[in-house]
């Protein structure tokens, strides 16, 4: 019973992870990379259809990257998405081939998205700690009910604060690593 609390604690952290990746995936960097367009909509016969599914992204260089539409009439489309997201992007269409280029971030800029990838990063703690906080509920209960005894539960309780502690410090190498990555010119 202890182990399945552990297990289920483990996979509701390991999700905060994936989630908080995700999330520092969106902040952008001064270098191009395609999942900065993951999230963005595009009104594809009258419904939104996620960018990579109507375009190809791909890196042209460093600081740039270019879309290939499938479907031509998509091209303007396309454009008024990336301009209405808050990304700050400005596309240049040259024929069939939409290029972003990515511009050079201020110092400004860089600390706005460091304050945001700290958020980031404190919602994840906050999730992991809430995991932690509810496999330590279900050990109390299994000690009122009997089921365990209390050396097991504390024993318990140990095994998640180590697991709680692991995944803080992953958020926090995780954190660093973004920090360095925007303050890299």
């Known amino acids: 019973m202890i182990d399945d609390i552990k297990s289920e604690a483990d996979e509701r ?5 994936d989630a908080l990746n995700h999330n520092f995936n969106k902040i952008r960097t001064g270098r191009a990379h395609p999942s900065l367009l993951d999230g963005l909509r595009v009104e594809y016969y009258g419904s939104e259809t996620p960018l990579n599914q109507v375009a190809n992204v791909n890196v042209e260089d460093a600081r740039t990257l270019s879309l290939t539409a499938w479907d031509k009439t998509m091209i303007p489309a396309i454009e008024k998405a990336i301009m209405k997201s808050d990304l700050g992007l400005n596309p240049a269409t040259a024929g069939e081939v939409i290029r972003i280029p ?4 201020t110092e400004e800029t860089r600390k706005g998205y460091i304050r945001q990838a700290r ?3 404190e919602s994840a703690r906050v999730s992991i700690r809430n995991a932690r906080r509810d496999a330590n509920g279900m050990l109390k209960d299994l000690v009122k009910e009997k089921e365990i005894s209390e050396d097991d539960e504390r024993r318990g309780q140990d095994e998640v604060q180590k697991l709680t ?10 954190l660093a690593e973004k920090e360095a990555d925007l303050m890299e010119i």
């Open 13 to 17: 952290m390991a999700k905060s992870l």
């Open 102 to 105: 990515m511009p050079m971030l």
């Open 119 to 121: 958020h980031e990063a």
């Open 165 to 174: 502690d692991g995944f803080v410090a992953k958020v926090e190498k995780m």
